[in-house]
Antibody, heavy 122, light 111 residues
């Protein structure tokens, strides 16, 4: 059974930093691209970032480019999101999600975690 | 890159059909066959219902179908059931224009 479990969400002050983690199990983690998607309270979904199966390619939404860094450790079946220079508008539930095809991306997310809440507030 | 446009709400009686539209541009929906649809119940993670415009993942009922014409994609739910009441989001690959964009979301109500 595919499982994705996010952690690391806390309350942080504006300008602060945070690293989110996502522990994956139930599939061959290093075969698949992985995404982060966020959802502000009561709002819609917003795509944040993608990392390729081997970590060689990364992509970011304009809203986080230059502030967030996605990475993965395939030896630990783990995905990360380093978040710097946090702003109030980054407050959201952050989901990690798996892409569909092996060794590529169809920009479709077939498994999602339950999310971890990041609150940026003074 | 703006969000894809969806109607805020849609509704139908049990057994009826409802169709949700998702309007983008030639730089996203119209330019690629990478349109997906997600269902989200309150307090739950999204669930993939349709990918690559019209493909259904294993386990998704064939009551759910997807299509695309020009810059607008559509999700049709046939034979509405009570458990179909949820928020639905479309998404599309957008190339270097912010890579992936979601729709504004549609709340489907089963009357």
């Amino acid at each position: 059974e595919v499982q994705l479990v996010e952690s690391g969400g806390v309350v942080v002050q504006p300008g602060g930093s945070l690293r989110l983690s996502c522990a994956a199990s139930g599939f061959t983690f290093d075969d698949y691209a992985m995404h982060w998607v966020r959802q502000a309270p009561g709002k819609g979904l917003e795509w944040v970032s993608l990392i390729s199966w081997d970590g060689g390619s990364t992509y970011y939404a304009d809203s986080v480019k230059g502030r967030f860094t996605i990475s993965r450790d395939n030896s630990k079946n783990s995905l990360y999101l380093q978040m710097n220079s946090l702003r109030a508008e980054d407050t959201a539930l952050y989901y990690c999600a798996k892409d569909i095809p092996r060794y590529s991306s169809s920009w479709s997310l077939d498994y999602w975690g339950q999310g971890t809440l990041v609150t940026v507030s003074s | 890159q703006s969000a894809l446009t969806q109607p805020p709400s849609a509704s139908g009686s049990p057994g009826q059909s409802v169709t949700i539209s998702c309007t983008g541009t030639s730089s996203d929906v119209g330019g690629y066959n990478y349109v997906s649809w997600y269902q989200q119940h309150p307090g739950k993670a999204p669930k993939l219902m349709i990918y690559e415009v019209s493909k259904r993942p294993s386990g998704v009922p064939d009551r759910f179908s997807g299509s695309k014409s020009g810059n607008t994609a559509s999700l049709t739910v046939s034979g509405l059931q009570a458990e179909d009441e949820a928020d639905y989001y479309c998404s599309s690959y957008a190339g270097s224009n912010n890579w992936e964009v979601f729709g504004t979301g549609t709340k489907v109500t089963v009357l």
